[in-house]
């Protein structure tokens, strides 16, 4: 696996193909990556316009601009699309252009697949989208999608469940590309503890895609079938449970959060030590916190379920369980702060949002520490508390990763430097915003707000309009970065190889923008 | 460049897109179907058939690409790998439903007939429910049904399955001492052999419709019964299309002892649907 030959017989031919087709029949890893990581800005912008609309209805108390069943279309379509259609592709764009690079080989081991790994998602989110427009609207049941409530949804049901099908044949496919990529791949000497940990955290989380998407699928199946075929999964009379699902749905959907912050773990131990000028502390026990979370996950999943009435026994395990988490996350924050202890610390964009992510991600940690305790969330569960704990995991968290991600190697990947100052205010307007658009929500939660509601007591009132206008400003700063991020690719300072100072790795060993074809030649491991 | 020890990168992959607008057709069109559009059944039918048409062009091309050689050692390693993590997703898929049926035996149907904390659902909603199993509910959901038997059929399915499990290995041996008439045969008995089983499921099925009312609307037991059959017996019916495929192309002699890979991953693949089928003997028609 030194070089690489085309399809074509001559010898010259190793741009892209020309035009619009270039981007339709692409197996191009970098390619690849850019489709996945735009489709992922476009979807954030989608979800986070109705993210807008709940927060403009939530101002205020009373019903103001949308009625209630709008409203919780709009709380289920936005979950379902920021989780499967932003930071997933997000993360896989990342995966793509960086995996093949990081481990010194040519291309994703599966170029064509890859392809088609990313070519469905437009059509399923097309699909899901239209259901706006459906009679009976799009699903409005919560993106848990829990029956009985969703199986009354109108003709966008359908629709939905074979969007939810579209998006899991999608991430197997990447999954499976990604792992084959990072097992058969690697250049000579590119021992499996010698992988930068970005490779490490994203082989683990392929192996969570591909553990758990299925299930995912079969539960929606079994929704299906429970509608239009007269089956009873889900249903007591006939001798089923719709407890059922909530068990099935959560043994995927508890892995499926790790699915969304392994990735981010990654992106953080590769950028801390560039900025804080010293090696990960802590390499291999990052490598083992991963694997051991990883683990963990598969056996969690009730604590999302302390108040359905599972029996004493159950409440116990998942709550111990859940809180051994803690534990190989605790290690990752302290090998995070150990880190930058003592380092030469300079403090650009991508550090800032790197940093942002160690602190507050450590808070929604501890939230959902609060939560993990079993008869303390018999107060919490299903209210706001419960939506500013994954707010902080999920904003702060991956989102927060993204964009140190993005900012980090836009220069790799364009060729040109991003503008610092923009950067530095993107960070620093987006920070201030997202505290005052999330931390009240603890306290609405801790005072009994219910999540999923158009309305609510008037005591509630001051919070929620803090909360809404951290939500508009946090909203317009990510119009801003859109604007940065396109400034970027059109012009700008160039960038050099090294790019950052501290910065190691093989990827840094390539010109910016690198060729079309990473490592024609195996680089040299040291 | 020395293109003999390069990894082989494809370009202009024009049938992933082809499969895509399949798929949503397919989906699309079904989904409308549900909602009652008859139209819609005709764009599923196209969906279908497009998909059909991106399998032979994908396929077609891996192939050639493959007979002219591009692929060496390194690639062959790459499918291998695609195929065990891909069968390893159908093992969730299938874990799904056999959790359902798991968690309906164990915990579901008692605690409708009271058990653990269910005493009172059972006294004040279910009074009189019983867990038996099979079961279709305390709401006698579909009517009166009888239980699909173990040891007509489906002993004999099982048979068959296992019976084409050697035939498959034996092939597999045959192609690998270059044998290449121990290969034809014991494909095609495994092939003849997967078919046959299809159709006795087949049987079956028209058996419990017609004669046992046993539906998928018999309650949990018709629920779950129906699911997991159907969905194994649809993978038979993949896994035997595979495999006559692989017959096809040993006729044609494309295989040779060392280069083989699409044969073993039908094979793979065959030996997991035959894992499935166990399970399902034991825990869907016998206990
Ligand atoms: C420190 C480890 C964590 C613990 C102990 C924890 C615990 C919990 C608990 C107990 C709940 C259920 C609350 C309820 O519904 O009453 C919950 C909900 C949730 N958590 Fe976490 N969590 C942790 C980390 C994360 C991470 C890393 C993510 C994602 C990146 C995440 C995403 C979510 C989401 C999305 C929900 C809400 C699901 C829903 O009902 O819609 N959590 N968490
Ligand atoms: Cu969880």
């Known amino acids: 696996m030194t070089t690489v030959t085309d399809t074509h017989d001559d010898h010259h031919d190793h741009g892209p193909a020309a035009g619009l087709m270039r981007w339709v029949t692409t197996t191009n890893h970098k390619d690849i990556g850019t489709l996945y990581l735009v489709f992922s800005l476009i979807m954030f912008m989608i979800g986070g316009a109705m993210a ?61 697949m890859n392809n ?30 829990y ?70 699928a079969g539960a929606v199946t079994m929704l299906l079938t429970d509608r239009f075929f007269d089956t009873t999964f889900f249903n007591a009379a006939g001798g089923g449970d719709p407890v059922l699902f909530q068990h099935i749905f959560w043994f995927f959907g508890h892995p499926e959060v790790y699915i969304l912050i392994l990735p981010a773990f990654g992106v953080v131990s590769e950028i801390i030590p560039t900025f804080a000028r010293k090696p990960l502390f802590g390499y291999s026990s990052m490598v083992y916190a991963t694997s051991s979370i990883a683990f963990l996950s598969f056996i969690v999943w009730a604590h999302h379920m302390f108040t359905v009435g599972m029996p004493l026994q159950g409440e116990l395990f998942f709550m111990y369980a859940t809180m051994l988490i803690a534990v190989p996350t605790g290690v990752k924050v302290f090998n995070w702060i150990s880190t930058m202890w003592k380092g030469s610390m300079t403090f650009e964009t991508p550090m800032l949002f790197a940093i942002g992510f160690v602190i507050m991600f450590t808070i929604g940690g501890f939230s959902g520490l609060m939560l993990a305790i079993a008869p303390a969330d018999f107060q919490y569960h299903d209210t706001y508390f419960v939506v500013a704990h994954f707010h902080y995991v999920l904003v702060t968290g991956a989102v927060y990763s993204i964009m140190a991600a993005a900012y980090y190697w836009l220069p790799k990947w364009t ?44 005591q509630f009132a001051e919070f929620n309009m803090w909360s809404s206008i951290g939500g508009f400003v946090f ?40 060729p079309y074809h990473s490592f024609t030649e195996a680089p040299e491991i040291k | ?65 493959s007979e002219s050689g591009k692929y060496k050692k390194i690639e062959a390693v790459s499918f291998r790998m695609g195929m065990v993590w891909f069968i390893f997703s159908e093992v969730m898929f299938f874990a799904a439903f056999f959790g359902a049926l798991f968690y309906i035996r164990i915990y579901s149907v008692p605690w409708l007939a009271g058990d653990g904390s269910g005493a009172a659902t059972n006294e004040f909603l279910w009074g009189g429910f019983e867990a038996i199993w099979p079961t279709n509910g305390p709401g006698d959901v579909g009517g009166e049904y009888q ?70 609307g018999s309650g949990v037991y018709g629920s779950t019964f129906y699911m997991l059959t159907g969905f194994h017996g649809f993978h038979v019916t993949v896994g035997a299309i595979m495999l006559l495929v692989m017959l096809v192309r040993s006729i044609k002699g494309h295989f040779t002892p060392e280069n083989h890979f699409a044969f073993e991953a039908a094979a793979w693949y065959w030996h997991f649907v035959d894992v499935v089928w166990l399970g399902l003997f034991i825990f869907v028609y016998w206990l």
């Open chain 1, 475 to 514: 909203g317009l700063s990510q119009v801003f970065f859109c604007y940065i991020v396109y400034k970027t690719i059109k012009g700008g300072e160039k960038a050099t190889d090294q790019v950052w100072e501290g910065a190691k790795g093989l990827e840094w060993t390539l010109s910016s923008p690198p």
């Open chain 1, 415 to 458: 060729g040109n430097m991003y503008n610092e100052t923009h950067g530095q205010w993107h960070f620093w307007i987006s920070t201030v915003s997202v505290n005052v658009l999330f931390f009240p929500q603890h306290f609405l939660g801790l005072a009994g707000m219910p999540r999923r509601i158009p309305d609510y007591a008037v």
């Open chain 1, 52 to 112: 807008m609309v709940i927060r403009l209805e939530l101002f205020q108390p009373g019903l103001q601009f949308v009625d209630p069943s709008f409203f919780n279309q709009m709380t289920t379509v936005h979950a379902l699309v920021m989780i499967f259609g932003a930071v997933m592709p997000a993360f896989v764009g990342l995966a793509n252009w960086m995996l093949p690079i990081m481990v010194g080989g040519p291309d994703m081991a599966l170029p064509r």
């Open chain 2, 1 to 65: 460049m020395s293109s003999d020890n390069a990894y082989y990168i494809p370009h202009d992959a024009k049938w992933p897109i082809v499969g895509s607008v399949g798929m949503s057709l397919f989906l699309g069109g079904f989904a409308g179907q549900l909602n009652g559009s008859s139209m819609a059944t005709n764009i599923m039918i196209v969906g279908f058939l497009v998909l059909v048409y991106m399998m032979f062009g994908w396929f077609g091309e891996v192939i050639d690409e």
């Open chain 2, 147 to 216: 239980k699909m038997g173990a040891w007509g059929l489906p002993a004999i399915n099982t048979l068959l399955l296992l019976t084409s499990g050697v035939t498959c290995t034996w092939a597999h041996w045959g192609l690998v001492a270059n044998k290449r008439k121990q290969l034809i045969i014991g494909l095609a008995a495994t092939v003849l052999l997967g078919f046959i089983f299809v159709g006795l499921q087949v049987l079956e099925y028209s058996h419990g419709y017609n004669e046992l009312n046993l539906t998928m």
């Open chain 1, 116 to 145: 088609w790994s990313f070519w469905i998602l437009p059509f399923a989110f097309t699909m899901l989208l239209s259901t706006f427009f459906m009679d009976g609207g799009a699903p409005a049941g919560g993106w848990t999608i």
């Open chain 1, 147 to 216: 029956p009985p409530l969703v199986l009354q949804g109108g003709n966008g049901f359908p629709y939905m469940i074979f969007a939810i099908h579209m998006m899991g044949v999608s991430s197997v496919m990447g999954a499976i590309n990604v792992i084959v990529t990072i097992l058969n791949m690697r250049a000579p000497g590119m021992t499996l503890m010698k992988m930068p940990l970005f490779v490490w955290t994203w082989f683990i989380t392929a192996y969570l895609l591909i553990a758990v998407m299925p299930v995912l």
